[in-house]
Nanobody
Framework: QVQLVESGGGLVQPGGSLRLSCAASGIRFSVYVMGWYRQAPGKQRELVAVIGVMGGTNYADSVKGRFTISRDNAANTVSLQMNSLKPEDTAVYYC?????????WGQGTQVTVST
């Protein structure tokens, strides 16, 4: 059974940084496309960043140049380094594992960017 556990969320001031981590279990991690999504109050869940099995990455335009996704296949983890955070980055961030048309979600971690 797939289990994804996010950590690292919290409250940060604008311009600050946070690093989110997602620990995966119950899957052969290295063959899964891993991603980070977010959902702000009243809005739909949106893709933030994705990393493929060969390490290729893709980012939402709103986070390009500020966020970096990475994966550690030995540790079964995927991380999201978030720099230069803005109030509009405030959302619940979710980890996603995807393969063969099927995806699994973590429970989410809250990120709040505010003074």
């Amino acid at each position: 059974q797939v289990q994804l556990v996010e950590s690292g969320g919290g409250l940060v001031q604008p311009g600050g940084s946070l690093r989110l981590s997602c620990a995966a279990s119950g899957i052969r991690f290295s063959v899964y496309v891993m991603g980070w999504y977010r959902q702000a109050p009243g809005k739909q869940r949106e893709l933030v960043a994705v990393i493929g099995v060969m390490g290729g990455t893709n980012y939402a335009d709103s986070v390009k140049g500020r966020f970096t996704i990475s994966r550690d296949n030995a540790a079964n983890t995927v991380s999201l380094q978030m720099n230069s955070l803005k109030p509009e980055d405030t959302a619940v961030y979710y980890c996603n594992a995807h393969r063969d048309g099927l995806g699994s979600w973590g429970q989410g971690t809250q990120v709040t960017v505010s003074t």
